[in-house]
């Protein structure tokens, strides 16, 4: 077997189990009020959480990394099927540890068309109980409705999944 294969094949599954490491406890719980929170997003402008409420569900999704697979594929989904999110009065934002300049630079690489928010002192991370033990979010999605509560938890999301199975749960909020 050719050695550098191997390698390549024991760092990916490497990093696989790193980016899946277990979140502590999720903190918020369906039926709870979301947790407000400023943070920056993508273009350094301040976003709140409780920007939103009263206009607006939010799809809250934490993550591990900008430029990822897991992450892109994820992204990306969200991207795709952005029209579906609007029709179903949804703002999508996206979480991670990454700072503003990392997020710009992936969602211009990949056109994405929805907010992503830098939490670099992990304070919104620790708080929702997403930050997984290596330092970086684990991949859990939150459906906030307009009122600010929390409706629906997805606590071990499939990246290439999960945007089907928060478009079913919309369809049920009415």
Known sequence: MNYKYLIIILFQVSLFSLLSCKAQDITV???DSAPDFTLSS???KQVKLSDFKGVSNVILYFYPKDFTSGCTKEACNF???ISKFKDLNAEILGVSVDDVESHKSFKEKEK???ILLA???K???TQYGVLNMIGMDSRVTFVIDKNGIVKKIYPKVNPSENYLE???YLKTMG
Do not use: A, C, H, M
């Open 112 to 114: 994405l068309n929805f």
């Open 119 to 121: 939490d670099p002192d």
């Open 42 to 44: 993508d273009d350094g």
């Open 79 to 81: 991207r795709d099927n």
């Open 123 to 125: 304070t919104v991370s």
């Open 166 to 168: 928060i478009l079913e």
């Open 29 to 31: 719980k369906e039926g």
